[in-house]
């Protein structure tokens, strides 16, 4: 019984709290127009990412060398990915 009260306060938990497509990729910053810059600087190990979407809007956002940059054009949303999972 434990064990359920646990995964179900897990799940409630992870539903609840806010997710990065709420919050925007670290950085993020978004241009119909032109190349917009990032709303902070990359530091050190970190990579300006760059991407286009079908629609014509321009995104940057900051992530670290180590991590894959990730955007989907069906929700048009991009994060910082994972070197375990890449950008699932």
């Known amino acids: 019984m434990r064990v359920v009260s646990a995964v179900v306060a897990a799940a409630v938990f992870m539903a ?3 997710t990065s497509a709420v ?5 993020e910053a978004r241009s119909m127009k032109s190349w917009p810059s990032p709303t902070r600087s990359a530091g050190k190990d970190e990579k300006v990412c ?3 979407f079908p629609n014509g809007e321009k995104t940057v956002w900051v ?3 180590s991590v894959p940059c990730c955007a989907w054009d069906e929700i048009q949303y991009v994060k910082c990915g994972t070197t ?5």
């Not at 919050?23 to 950085?27: I, N, V």
């Not at 375990?84 to 699932?88: H, N, V």
């Open 16 to 18: 609840l709290m806010p």
């Open 63 to 65: 992530c670290d060398k």
């Open 50 to 52: 760059k991407y286009k």
């Open 23 to 27: 919050m925007g990729a670290e950085g």
């Open 84 to 88: 375990f999972t890449g950008c699932l």
